[in-house]
T-cell receptor, first 111, second 117 residues
Framework: EDQVTQSPEALRLQEGESSSLNCSYT??????LFWYRQDPGKGPEFLFT???AGEEKEKERLKATLTKKESFLHITAPKPEDSATYLC????????????FGTGTRLLVSP | SAVISQKPSRDICQRGTSLTIQCQVD?????MFWYRQQPGQSLTLIAT?????????ESGFVIDKFPISRPNLTFSTLTVSNMSPEDSSIYLC??????????????FGAGSRLTVL
């Protein structure tokens, strides 16, 4: 069964304090790994898609990396506006566009 | 990118009643997806709504409990029937973006937060 596990569940950082979020996955035949950001009261907002081990993508202070078993979302010098829940999802090999999500990491960045 | 509007944004419902959630997209899309996000849980796909055919339900979800309509390429509804407190959740509508390599990127509506008393 496809599984996605995210850690930590919650993370509190000071502004400027860099850190990483982890997403471990078990899926037979990964077709894509996705990172989303979700703010309270809103739907998930797409950040990145990674397709193969070794791939990296960056967007402002965020950088996503992928290995054969896990993905990391690195946050460099975070700001309070980076506070949100970050969700990881994998695309199952069967079922077009079906995503299996983790439970997310709640990030709070204090000024 | 497409804009997805959902309503209601939130509601408080009585046990045993039913509620219909509407999802409107500002462009035509072939498939629309309904997800559920229970407190402390991950997003879980309920069903895929195809225009002109019956919705395809995931394991653990049935049509009698979550009937779906898809009358055209820009609109869908999800009904949560005979609600119980366990149905308290956020329900999210989503669509796939683009085609080719980007076809599996989902865009989500803001969600409908239901509380069942």
């Amino acid at each position: 069964e496809d599984q996605v596990t995210q850690s930590p569940e919650a993370l509190r950082l000071q502004e400027g304090e860099s850190s990483s979020l982890n997403c471990s996955y078990t899926v037979s035949g990964l077709r894509g790994l996705f990172w989303y950001r979700q703010d309270p009261g809103k739907g998930p907002e797409f950040l990145f898609t990674l397709y193969s081990a070794g791939e990296e993508k960056e967007k402002e202070r965020l950088k996503a990396t992928l290995t054969k078993k896990e993905s990391f979302l690195h946050i460099t010098a975070p700001k309070p506006e980076d506070s949100a829940t970050y969700l990881c999802a994998v695309q199952a090999p069967t079922g077009f566009q079906k995503l299996v999500f983790g439970t997310g990491t709640r990030l709070l960045v204090s000024p | 990118s497409a804009v997805i509007s959902q309503k209601p944004s939130r509601d408080i419902c009585q046990r045993g009643t039913s509620l219909t959630i509407q999802c409107q997209v500002d462009s035509q899309v072939t498939m629309m997806f309904w997800y559920r996000q229970q407190p402390g849980q991950s997003l879980t796909l309920i069903a895929t709504a195809n225009q002109g055919s019956e919705a395809t339900y995931e394991s653990g979800f049935v049509i009698d409990k979550f009937p779906i309509s898809r009358p055209n390429l820009t609109f869908s509804t999800l009904t949560v029937s005979n609600m119980s407190p366990e149905d308290s959740s956020i329900y999210l509508c989503s669509i796939g973006l683009g085609g080719g390599a980007g076809a599996n990127v989902l865009t989500f509506g803001a969600g409908s937060r239901l509380t069942v008393l």
